[in-house]
Structure formats: C-alpha cells, structure tokens
C-alpha cells in the first residue's frame, strides 16, 4: 500500500542559469505531487521566470512584476520518481521560490 506525505520540496532563490531545484524521489512506483509553488520578486524591476519538470518548460519567461508574488497554479502536476524541477531567472538573486506537495513512496 502507499504512503502520502505532505512536504515541502525546495525553497530558495532563483539564478540566471538552470538549476536543479527539485529531484523526485528513487524507486519503483514513488513520484510526488506538486500542489504549491509561489514566486517572488523581491526586486523593484520586473524579472522572468523559466521552469522545467523533466526537461520541459511548465513556465516559460514568465514576467513577475516588481516586488510582487505569484502562486503557480500546479495543481496536481505529477512528477515521476528520479525526474527533476529545474528553475531559472532573467535576473540572478531576485526571485525566490517555494515549493511543496505531496510525496508518494510504494
């Protein structure tokens, strides 16, 4: 039988460059589920946003307005075991990000 468990994948600030922000957990029949993800922008000019799950862009040079923040409507997004969460910025250090879910292990 599975078990769920809420959690809370990654958190942190975004940089000009991909980056892993996120990788599912290993094994036969586990992935999780992304129910949450807000952005920030904490500077006083707008900056982009690009996420990827697995190599594919979810969001792709997204504006977030100055000193704003955004909920990312992933309800429900699965994320297989083993497969990653990458994210990146026009602007480095301006965009935080947090992300939680539910993870589900055979």
């Known amino acids: 039988m599975a078990t ?4 809370r994948f990654a ?5 000009d460059s991909n980056a892993t922000l996120y990788t599912a957990p290993a ?3 586990n992935y999780v589920i992304v129910i ?3 952005l920030c922008n ?3 000019a707008q900056a982009t946003v690009t996420i990827k799950v697995d190599g594919l862009e979810v969001v792709s040079g997204f504006t977030v307005l100055p000193n ?4 990312v409507p992933m309800m429900g997004l699965v994320v297989e075991a083993e497969e990653i969460i990458e994210g990146s910025s026009g602007t480095t250090g301006v ?3 947090y ?6 292990t055979a």
Request: aromatic share 4%; no cysteine; glycine share 12%.
């Open 68 to 71: 704003d923040s955004i909920p």
């Open 27 to 29: 094994g036969v029949g």
């Open 36 to 38: 949450s993800m807000v």
């Open 4 to 7: 769920v468990t809420e959690a």
């Open 95 to 97: 965009i935080n990000y």
């Open 99 to 104: 992300i939680s879910g539910k993870v589900v």
């Open 42 to 44: 904490t500077s006083a």
């Open 11 to 15: 958190k942190g600030t975004l940089t």
